[in-house]
């Protein structure tokens, strides 16, 4: 069945740090994977998405993903963390046909230091 | 462009009392799905409606929730009667339904229901 797999619950980086969220998905076919921001009492919000092509995907708030399909792995990277990057991180992977609904991993809540 | 609208944004109920919620999708977004957040997990598909006709609903308790999309537009979600492990945070969202923009899902802000 598919699954998603974020190994961190909780992640605690400094500011200005740099930033590495996991993702390990289970999926037989071509994945179209995402990445999705909650901060409290919000919806989710896409930071970025990868659908076919270019394995490195940029997104917005200056956060980036790697699709390694050989690992079957999206991780999240963000070179330099800012405070109001503290939210809940979801990894969503969308069943092949489309429009398929979304199959999200628990999440993985950021704390940032000052 | 407006988002997805979903109210109320709170709600409070006893068990076994009913509970209804409304979500509103972005205009001309063909596909409409509600899903569950339980505290501590990510959210998990309920149903999904392809404008009026229901395309997956597995995972929705059929006992005592339904969902209707009748004019292929908005959508009510209701819960009838309501346990305690039905509290949780009600998420719609919306997408085009066809191209790639089918695979994209905008999300509405979400009812948070306590069911005490």
């Known amino acids: 069945a598919q699954s998603v797999t974020q190994p961190d619950i909780h992640i605690t980086v400094s500011e200005g740090a740099s930033l590495e969220l996991r993702c390990n998905y289970s999926?037989?076919?071509?994945?179209?994977l995402f990445w999705y921001v909650q901060s409290p009492g919000q919806g989710l919000q896409l930071l970025l998405k990868y659908f076919s092509g270019d394995t490195l995907v940029q997104g917005i708030k200056g956060f980036e993903a790697e699709f390694k399909r050989s690992q079957s792995s999206f991780n999240l990277r963000k070179p330099s963390v800012h405070w109001s990057d503290a939210a809940e991180y979801f990894c969503?992977?969308?069943?092949?046909?489309?429009?398929?609904?979304?199959?999200f991993g628990q999440g993985t809540e950021l704390s940032v230091k000052p | 462009e407006a988002g997805v609208a979903q109210s109320p944004r709170y709600k409070i109920i006893e068990k076994r009392q009913s509970v209804a919620f409304w979500c509103n999708p972005i205009s001309g977004h063909a596909t409409l799905y509600w899903y569950q957040q339980i505290l501590g997990q990510g959210p998990k598909l309920l149903i999904q409606f392809q404008n009026n006709g229901v395309v997956d609903d597995s995972q929705l308790p059929k006992d005592r929730f339904s969902a209707e999309r009748l004019k292929g537009v908005d959508s009510t979600l209701k819960i009838q009667p309501a346990k305690l492990e039905d509290s949780a945070v009600y998420l719609c969202a919306s997408s085009l339904g066809r191209g790639q923009g089918a695979n994209e899902q905008f999300f509405g802000p979400g009812t948070r229901l306590t069911v005490l």
């Open positions: 969503a992977v969308a069943l092949g046909y489309q429009g398929g609904k979304l199959i």
């Open positions: 999926y037989g076919a071509t994945p179209y």
